[in-house]
């Protein structure tokens, strides 16, 4: 069989950088298995081929069909998804904003390795900061604007579930309330639109109505990451996790709703909104009905993160023209 039709016939992932987080979703992968294989890539060859021995050896034991390999920036470039953690990540009490020029500066070098990208590859962003690098892969990978979305605030939203979840004395499940915006410090909880089961936040958690109640729960979600990596030094099995049912909702076609980071037209930056997602990417944005104080978080993000947008612009800029200085220089010498 030509090796294109072989390829055609295998479901892959890909997962850009694999050290806690990449690994993880490896991991994680095997154990709900929805592909046929996942391809590692990342430039510290020892650890790649470390990890991929050391994640087959779970895979020898039975219960998943999935294979793990070692393949370049170009085999990635032609997988169904691809997840890019690759990146710096935060040292205890850093921000994740403060990461940006270097992973932006990473993120330039995937795609032009990668390059030519399959046109029917979804990208999904998992490394910080996630909405900015969003909005730059939209760019640089020339992939259609609902073929790139970032894991934004799924997690902290899974967060958020979680903690009412305990507080209502229901399963996480049934809990239907999302942080939106930045998954970030200028973060919010749209509490006006939150419900357990069909029933308003309101109603069924009277006490959620209390400002005291909602800062304790915001800087939960807010903060819950930092105090993660202050005493491991990486947060890894929520975000595996995540990442991996985003892969599922895509491959599967499930049409699954999830706070995502996707652009935004109205307001000229990528960050998370609710959105239908399947095997096309983002199907479409689901409306939420904002009170007033809500839409002036979204607004206030939104404008936090385009100065962002415009600051790494002018920075991409300065880059190039520093580079077209030294090629030139390097001709006339
Ligand atoms: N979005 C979220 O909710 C979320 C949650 C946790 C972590 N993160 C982010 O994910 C990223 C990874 O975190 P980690 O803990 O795995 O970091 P890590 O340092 O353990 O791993 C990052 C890996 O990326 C690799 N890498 C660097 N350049 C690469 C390239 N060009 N191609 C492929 N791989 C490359 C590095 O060699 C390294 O192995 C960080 O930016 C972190 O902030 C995001």
């Not at 953690?85 to 500066?105: D, F, I, M, V, Y």
């Not at 006490?207 to 202050?230: D, K, L, N, P």
Request: aromatic share 4%; with cysteine; charged share 20%.
């Amino acid at each position: 069989m030509p090796e294109s039709s072989q390829q055609r016939l295998k479901t892959s992932i890909a997962v850009l950088g694999c050290g806690d987080v990449g690994a993880t979703l490896a991991y994680t992968l095997l154990l709900k298995p929805i592909c046929s294989e996942v391809i590692l890539v990342d430039p510290k060859t020892s650890l790649v081929e470390a990890q991929v021995r050391d994640l087959s050896d779970a895979s020898f034991t039975g219960g998943t069909g999935t294979k793990v390999r070692a393949g370049t920036h170009k085999d990635a470039g032609q997988a169904d998804i691809v997840v890019i953690t690759a990146g710096a990540k935060q040292k205890p009490g850093e921000s994740r904003l403060s990461l940006l020029s270097r992973n932006l500066h990473i993120l330039e070098s995937i795609f032009s390795s990668m390059s030519p990208i399959n046109p029917n590859t979804i990208l999904i962003l998992v490394a910080n900061p996630v909405d900015i690098l969003t909005y730059f892969a939209r760019r640089l990978s020339g992939l259609p604007e609902t073929q790139v979305l970032g894991t934004g605030t799924t997690l902290d939203s899974a967060r958020l579930r979680g903690i009412l979840a305990k507080k209502a004395e229901v399963s996480a499940n049934s809990i239907d309330a999302y942080v939106l915006g930045e998954h970030g410090d200028s973060q919010f909880i749209a509490w006006s639109s939150a419900a357990i089961g069909s029933t308003p936040l309101h109603l069924a958690l009277p006490e959620s109505t209390q400002a005291e109640f909602r800062a304790e729960i915001s800087s939960h979600t807010r903060g819950a990451a930092g105090a993660i990596i202050a005493a491991k030094g990486c947060t890894a099995y929520g975000i595996g996790n995540v990442a991996a049912s985003i892969c599922k909702y895509i491959l599967f076609d499930q049409r699954t709703v999830r706070p995502l980071s996707f652009y935004q037209p109205d307001l000229g930056c990528c960050l998370s909104m609710p959105a239908v997602i399947g095997r096309k990417g983002i199907l479409k944005s689901m409306p939420l009905v904002f009170d007033e104080a809500e839409k002036k978080e979204l607004n206030d993000c939104a404008k936090g993160l385009r100065a962002i947008i415009e600051g790494a612009e002018k920075e991409l800029v300065a880059d190039k023209a520093l580079e077209e200085a030294l090629e030139a220089e390097g001709h006339g010498s």
